[in-house]
């Protein structure tokens, strides 16, 4: 079982930064896939940063450039640096673990990043 929470979101102008932290319960060095996804209201929950087998990143195209997805191994911790922010990234953000490709799914709670114009 992996227990999962986020924090680091907020209020922030447009142009400026946050850094999304996602607090694992026990060593996710070997964690087969690690994600953060983010959803607004009404919408579906998107993809927006992805690491597989530690090596693989891939980025949703509206946030490439902008965030990086990060693993602090041994403060078994999911980060995800935001930069150059946008109102439209206004949105609940979610970190997700999958052990290997097969396992079940982990979801943190979420965090709330709100960017003004």
């Known amino acids: 079982q992996v227990q999962l929470v986020e924090s680091g979101g907020g209020l922030v102008q447009q142009g400026g930064s946050l850094r999304l932290s996602c607090a694992g319960s026990e060593s996710i060095a070997s964690v087969y896939r690690l994600r953060w996804f983010r959803q607004s209201p009404g919408q579906k929950r998107v993809l927006v940063a992805s690491?597989?087998?530690?090596?693989?990143?891939e980025y949703d195209e509206a946030v490439k450039g902008r965030f990086t997805i990060s693993v602090d191994n041994a403060a078994k911790t999911l980060y995800l640096q935001m930069n150059s922010l946008k109102p439209e990234d206004t949105a609940v953000y979610y970190c997700?673990?999958?052990?290997?490709?097969?396992?079940?799914?982990?979801w943190g709670q979420g965090t709330q990043v709100t960017v003004s114009s």
């Open positions: 690491i597989t087998s530690g090596t693989i990143v």
């Open positions: 997700y673990a999958k052990t290997t490709p097969t396992s079940r799914i982990y």
